[in-house]
Structure formats: C-alpha cells, structure tokens
C-alpha cells in the first residue's frame, strides 16, 4: 500500500491554488498586458505573490485586498469585483 507523502499533496494544493489564481488573474488581465500581446507568464509574480495569500483569504473582501498587488494603482475598492470572482472560484474548487 502506497503511504500518503505530505510533500506531493502539498504541491498537488498549491498547483491546485495557483491554476486558480492564475486562471483569474490572466482573465482580469489587470494592466492590460495580455491583451496588448504579452506572454501569459507575464503576471506570474503578481500571481504567485497572491498564490501565498490564498490560505488567509476567507471572503471576498479578503481577496479583494490580496488581489490590490500593494500597488497605488489599485484598491481595495477598485477590486471588489475581482476578489469576488477569485474567491467564488476558490471555492467552486474546493480549495475555501
């Protein structure tokens, strides 16, 4: 019987985390970069940093103020309707 290996569930959720956090951050799209022809990879800091957020978010506001990339550019107001969306699909997949 193989034992359980708490190294690979680990990886398993954080790609889990970040195919979801990815998959909404890109169709945000949040500077307009990968409409204007930029590499899908592109936002993959942004989207790791929020990646790490993910097990302190527990509501929508929350995702709302992890999304804001501690930029002057955004606030948490200005994502509300992205941290929704984030926080429905991390919940849609089981991962809140």
């Not at 909404?24 to 800091?45: C, I, Q, S, T």
């Not at 309707?81 to 849609?92: H, P, R, S, T, V």
Request: include cysteine; charged fraction near 25%; charge should be negative.
């Amino acid at each position: 019987m193989k034992s359980h290996d708490p190294k690979v569930a680990g990886r398993e959720k954080y790609e889990q985390m970040w195919d979801v956090t990815a998959g909404v951050v890109r169709a945000w799209d949040p500077y307009g970069l990968l409409a204007g022809g930029a590499p899908a990879d592109e936002l993959d800091n942004e989207i790791a940093s929020l990646v790490a957020q993910v097990p302190r978010i527990t509501s929508a506001t929350d995702a709302a103020h992890a999304v804001c990339f501690e930029s002057p550019v955004f606030t948490p107001q200005s994502c509300e309707d992205i941290g929704e969306k984030l926080f429905a699909a991390l919940k849609n997949s089981g991962l809140k």
